[in-house]
């Protein structure tokens, strides 16, 4: 058995998924697909190049972000987090499972564009809602949504080589995205003193709730994933690539064959970190059980089926102050 096979990897494998944008490149397309299998069973990590988003509109977000988090903090909290996750969460209010500490960070959240009339909207269900926006700044909003609309793209190609590599039909998630918990967000991680408090972390070490998470990073560094032997593996920052990793959910999903490795940001660099995750979770009502092709006679499913968005809720209430706040008023 191989060190990557032992799950003790010592760097991010990267993928080429170019051939996900063309319908007739099939064996390029079962090339990714093998990659990305490869990657999710023995790393839960990879990196994806010639992803289809434009340069300039990398730079765009990026100076988007860098703009929201230096406006004054009346401004940012004018548009503080909603009942739907939408908006400006402040430091120090994300503890993640397990962590002592607050996450040392801050962040803006936008989501899938739900019209106010949408049957999901008037159901009142949990994380389903408006986006808020900056008053006045429409070049600045036009920017994210283009790029939520890119990546959100992006994510269903991934998913067709995931679909691929466990043999299912190329389109098999698509249907699950109509009106999907797809949730992206603008995160800000202050450089930390070489005097901070033990256990003091960007994001502390965590895995993700849900399906698969798509991360545009600067060139800052501090992302670190844990191998099975419990070594902490850089995954620096890599010009026109972006970080995909496994979550809860999706291990889950294909009974523990992939696997959702955990992670934290540790910025020892002395400057600020930008990045941005887009939260790639599928419709509310998913029933996430056992996929196809994913049990045999000797592993059997592990798990009773779940409903996505009661699985993401729950987590999101576990790990916000805000939501905490009002579960017991």
Not at 133 to 147: A, N, V
Request: proline share 7%; with cysteine.
């Amino acid at each position: 058995m191989t060190a990557s096979q032992s799950g003790d990897f010592g760097s991010i494998p990267i993928v080429d998924i170019r051939p996900m944008f063309d319908t007739k490149d099939h064996d390029g397309a079962l090339r990714v697909a093998g990659e990305i299998r490869k990657a999710a069973v023995e790393v839960g990590f990879f990196y994806i190049s010639d992803h289809n988003i434009p340069t300039d509109l990398l730079r765009a977000v990026y100076m988007c972000a860098k703009y929201f988090f230096r406006l004054p903090e009346e401004i940012k909290k004018s548009i503080s987090i909603n009942e739907a996750h939408r908006g400006y969460v402040a430091f120090r209010q994300t503890v993640l499972e397990g962590s002592r500490l607050a996450d040392l960070k801050e962040s803006f959240n936008f989501a899938y564009p739900f019209p106010p009339d949408h049957p999901e909207v008037l159901a009142g269900k949990p994380l389903v809602g408006m986006n808020q926006w900056l008053p006045r700044e429409d070049t600045w909003r036009s920017i994210l949504e283009s790029y939520y609309r890119h990546v959100f793209e992006l994510g269903q190609r991934v998913l067709e080589g995931i679909a691929l590599s466990l043999d299912l039909k190329r389109d098999f998630f698509r249907a699950m995205y109509k009106n999907p918990l797809v949730r992206a967000r603008l995160l800000h991680y202050p450089p930390q003193s070489p005097d901070a408090l033990a256990g003091q972390y960007g994001a502390a070490p965590h895995t993700d709730f849900g399906c698969i998470t798509i991360l545009w990073q600067d060139d800052v560094g501090g992302l670190q994933v844990r191998n099975r032997s419990g070594e902490w593996v850089s995954a620096p920052y890599m010009d026109g690539t972006f970080v995909v990793n496994i979550g809860d959910m999706l291990a889950r999903w294909s009974n523990d064959l992939f696997v959702s490795t955990p992670h934290r940001v540790v910025n020892a660099s002395g400057q600020e970190r930008f990045s941005i995750p887009v939260f790639f979770d599928p419709d509310f009502d998913t029933v996430v059980e056992c996929l196809p092709n994913c049990a045999t006679q000797d592993s059997p499913p592990k798990y009773e089926p779940i409903i996505a968005g009661d699985y993401i809720t729950a987590k999101y209430d576990a790990s916000y102050a805000y939501r905490q706040k009002k579960q017991t008023a």
